[in-house]
């Protein structure tokens, strides 16, 4: 059985059973989540969310990026969001990798070169911060004023808040 079977099959047995409002592609609390895809992030757990009460959009490290952009752009102009909560982690795979090296492997691997970003980072916070940043400064984004940004410990389950000038929030 293949890990796509194995979760068909979950899904059939779960049945209908997630609770929460499915009756408006807008998020009831009016909240975008932008996260890392890491497993041991469970977002609807961390938060208590139920369906339809948030936007939760997924990329390695949880970093902003023009399709992070892209989606929080129409979560906002088209869908009501008007808060944007990002959390990044400790243990990113993120902190394991170097711009160069790894545009380098698959440049050698494949004949190309990326064209994007990797985004990695040697320390979680400063990436939160350029986050942050990169959000408040796009024409894109309407609503800035209630941005936050947070490290989520893997192994603890703490969220620390982190501010955008550089110190740990309170």
Not at 65 to 75: G, P
Not at 105 to 125: C, D, M
């Amino acid at each position: 059985m293949t890990a796509i079977d194995e979760l068909l099959k979950r899904n059939y047995e779960l049945g209908n059973v997630v609770p929460g409002d499915r009756s408006s592609a807008k998020p009831s609390l009016q909240v975008a989540i932008l996260t890392c895809m890491d497993s041991r992030i469970r977002v609807f757990e961390i938060f208590g969310l139920k369906q339809g009460e948030a936007h939760v959009l997924r990329n390695a490290g949880g970093v902003v990026t023009d399709d992070a952009i892209r989606s929080l752009a129409l979560s906002q102009r088209k869908l009501g969001t008007r808060e944007v909560l990002l959390v990044h982690h400790t243990n990113c795979g993120l902190e394991m990798v170097t711009e160069d090296d790894f545009k380098d492997e698959l440049e050698a691997e494949t004949g190309l070169r990326p064209t994007w970003a990797v985004e990695a980072f040697k320390v979680v916070e400063q990436s939160v911060r350029g986050s942050m940043a990169r959000l408040r400064r796009s024409a894109f984004i309407p609503h800035t004023d209630k941005i936050r940004g947070f490290v989520y410990d893997v192994h603890t389950g703490e969220l620390r808040e982190v501010d955008a000038v550089g110190t740990q929030a309170a």
